[in-house]
């Protein structure tokens, strides 16, 4: 290999120099998904319905947390007959991505006439900042 030195180039260097900074700045706003589940199947045999309600996509200020509350109680029809029943949902402060609180729900009374029985609970989801 030869190198012909005669057609090399002279790159000029700068006269001066100085140095600029940026501030780099990367904002994750608060947030948070609540999983309640659509549908509670209640188990003929012992009139009992177990579920969860699941933290996803938490996203919170330090000391920040959420609270869950259900609905103590409610009603299944089936068009002609009612049922009563009860809803007990666990205590705690849901943190992070991932927490869980267990519910149950127990028919409280007899059915009057055979069918599927149906109705809705409520919940209430409550948002704390620190």
Known sequence: MTIDWSSAEIVKT?????????????EVGEGFEVEIPAQIIVDTATKT????????????AENA????????????????????????LAQGNLLATGDTLAGTINVTSDHTTPG???????????????
């Open 14 to 26: 700068a006269d001066s120099s100085t140095n600029q900074s940026s501030d780099v700045v990367y």
């Open 49 to 60: 319905g177990t579920y969860e309600v699941l933290a996803q996509s938490f996203f919170l």
């Open 116 to 130: 599927v029985y149906t109705g809705t609970t409520e919940f209430t989801i409550n948002y704390f900042s620190k």
């Open 65 to 88: 947390y959420v609270t869950v509350v259900a609905a103590p109680n409610g009603t299944l029809s089936n068009g002609t007959g009612t049922v009563n029943f009860t809803n007990t």
